[in-house]
């Protein structure tokens, strides 16, 4: 009976070529090392493999079968469907990311202009503040200047009264001693005196109460300049990380999963060939390993040996 696969006509060979994805034209059925095609597949290694490989890289392990037996149902096995989930996995998980970084740079975005935004509110808040801080010291300033304004004005109409007074007393001094006589002049000097004594009394009156000390009007400010020019910064920008990673799948997720990764383990078909009649031994775990000679050894935890021969 013909080989079905020795049936396909040139036109269907040159239509699935032309169906092939460019990278798998691209693939080589010979070895790299040794241009030989590849008739083996080793398992430990997870390789395909020519005859010269054997003896270079795997003489060593006895895991080699037909390259045919692994791929001839790769198509129908676990591993393909495996791949394809992973696949399918990889690209939601790269369309997440994606999204995920669209939606990051969005927010950030709108965080930044937030952060703007509040930096301008409070400066405006920090100029009312200033505004307001400037305002008060000017109406204490014309407030203080009101109330010297009134006592010193107070004082010196005062002054000025005395002033005439005294002025009229001195030119009253002056007829007097030219025109009065011995005894209208004494006692006109005593009344002078008198005037005399009590505005001296007045003045040192002033002076006792510091009214003669000149007022000067000065602002202290706070060396609030200094403080702000020093300042490098009011408010300090920080970037952090959310606590946990984006959620994405991992690979084989929704995929029963084998305990081995070997695609030859998905397809190969186990056989029970013989049984064996294991000794009763107490312990709880066993292990086996099989020789070259397809003899098995077993050991267990108490390291007790036996060996069962084929």
């Not at 950030?108 to 801080?133: F, G, Y």
């Amino acid at each position: 009976m013909a080989n079905p696969r020795c049936q396909t006509s040139p036109g269907h060979v040159y239509t699935r070529l032309q169906n092939l994805p460019e990278s798998m034209l691209n693939n080589k059925n010979n070895c790299d090392d040794h241009d030989l095609k590849y008739e083996l597949f080793c398992g430990f290694h997870d390789c395909a493999c020519c005859m010269k490989c054997i003896k270079d890289k795997h003489d060593n392990y006895k895991v080699l079968v037909s390259l045919g037996e692994v791929v001839g149902n790769i198509k129908s096995s676990a591993f393909v469907s495996k791949v394809e989930t992973d696949l399918v996995n990889l690209t939601e998980n790269l369309k997440t990311i994606k999204l995920f970084f669209s939606e990051n740079l969005s927010a950030l975005e709108k965080q930044k202009l937030e952060a703007m935004s509040r930096v301008h509110t409070m400066r405006q808040s920090i100029n009312n503040h200033l505004d307001k801080l400037e305002e008060s010291l000017l109406d204490d300033i014309r407030s203080e200047f009101t109330n010297l304004q009134e006592t010193i004005g107070n004082l010196k109409s005062e002054i000025d009264s005395k002033t005439d007074q005294v002025e009229e007393k001195q030119k009253d001094f002056s007829k007097m001693v030219e025109f009065s006589t011995d005894l209208q002049t004494y006692f006109g000097l005593h009344e002078v005196e008198k005037v005399i004594n009590q505005e001296e009394q007045f003045i040192n009156k002033l002076k006792s109460a510091d009214k003669l000390r000149e007022k000067k009007m000065k602002v202290d400010c706070f060396d609030l300049e200094s403080t702000v020019r020093c300042t490098k910064e009011f408010a300090k920008l920080s970037i952090y990380l959310s606590p946990e990673n984006l959620q994405l799948k991992t690979k084989g997720e929704s995929q029963l999963q084998s305990h081995f990764k070997n695609p030859v383990l998905s397809i190969v078909k186990p056989v029970m060939k013989q049984r064996f009649k294991m000794p009763k031994i107490p312990s709880a775990h066993i292990w086996c390993q099989i020789l070259p000679n397809s003899d098995i050894v077993f050991v267990d935890q108490e390291k007790t040996l036996f060996t069962i021969q084929q």
